[in-house]
């Protein structure tokens, strides 16, 4: 879970707006359905913003390229289903990829780690072990968000090491683009 650098909202997603689709949603009976702005859904708007700021990488587990091998969702930090009032608060909205989502589905708890919280730094919380691909949680909280997205499950844990290697063996530093791999807190370690 890399740091992320929230850029501001679109001009469009003022705060007024965030509240009232919010408060709007509270009151509806109706399943979530993004709105459209522009005659398209606002999450179509969103994800090129989300993309740019996290190098195309689920906030998460840090996979990547989104798109390619997982869908490009936003992820809802307190889920709609509970805090339908931050629904379409930008804070609240993550890009992530198909398996943190289905594993967070919709749990919250407030001790989990936010990758866009200011005073969040990776190596506080997190060491990562080369021989087995998993995260080390450092902290109370990281141990909670492992296994809330299931950041050790062992697909990803076996990934993790082959990704590093990849990484690894670039032949210049042309290959060795960090954004350009996945689990970018791994495989540069």
Known sequence: MIRFERPDPPSWMTEEWQRERGEKLAKNEKPFRWPTVDKLRVNLHLVPILKSASANHC????????????RETIDHFR???????????????????????????????????????????????????????????????????????????????????????DYLNASDEDDRILNDFPYRFFVDA
């Open 59 to 70: 906030a998460y587990c840090d996979g990547h390229p989104l798109g390619t091998q997982s």
């Open 79 to 165: 889920p709609k289903e509970t805090f339908q009032e931050l629904a379409f608060t930008w804070s609240n909205l993550f890009l992530c990829c198909d398996v943190c989502q289905q594993s967070k589905s919709s749990k919250f708890s407030e001790s989990w780690l936010k990758p866009d919280e200011t005073d969040y730094d990776f190596e506080d919380h997190f060491f990562c072990d080369i021989a087995s691909g998993r995260l080390v949680p450092l902290t109370e909280r990281a141990e909670k968000t492992i296994s809330a997205f299931d950041l050790n499950n062992p697909e990803l844990t076996t990934d993790r090491i082959h990704r590093r290697r």
